[in-house]
């Protein structure tokens, strides 16, 4: 049973290009987290989806970010115009239910995103 | 508002020393309180959860505390290796999603 699958694991962009980051969950499981950690910061919360659904986006950005988890393939967070502040390396999650049932929750490798 | 904080940055220990690592939290009560490691360039691993009804919960050499009076949560490492060395986060329930503490460099010296 492979892990969570993430890709790529490093990204380089240009200030104005689009990033797209890829998360393969867990065989099963239909819960997905996606968090950001800057150098020398925590983990932080971004977006919580299930399939198809986004269930929790308090930790996104407003503008410039945008998640979906489809029906069939990955979860993919976008990340439009980047800037320099992007960098940083986002992890993706994946659960076989709820967080607040204790659920544990397995991580990907990361992806490092690099905003030249 | 509701914090969660590792006190210490940076924890050097002995090997064969007892490592002891703190979480402590804020204006809350927590279901579960969740300790992970992280190697540098990898995603958090999953170590020990505890819930608030449980004083201790141990795994091998991990042994985890939860004093819902102190509002504290301590992760003790017995015995430890150089091989232990991460960094290690704590985590509590934030509804559907997970509250990470910015976390704590252990590193073991031979």
Known sequence: NAGVMQNPRHLVRRRGQEAR?????????????WYRQLPEEGLKFMVYLQKENIIDES?????????????EGPSILRIQQVVRGDSAAYFCASSSGTLAVDNEQFFGPGTRLTVL | SQKIEQNSEALNIQEGKTATLTCNYTNYSPAYLQWYRQDPGRGPVFLLLIRENEKE????????????????????????????????????????KIIFGKGTRLHILP
């Open chain 2, 57 to 96: 919960k141990r795994k091998e050499r991990l042994k985890v505390t939860f004093d819902t009076t102190l509002k504290q949560s301590l992760f003790h490492i017995t015995a430890s290796q150089p091989a232990d060395s991460a960094t290690y986060l704590c985590a509590r329930t934030g509804g559907d």
């Open chain 1, 21 to 33: 980051l890829r998360c393969s969950p867990m065989k099963g499981h239909s819960h997905v987290y």
């Open chain 1, 59 to 71: 930790g996104m950005p407003k503008e410039r970010f945008s998640a979906e988890f489809p029906k």
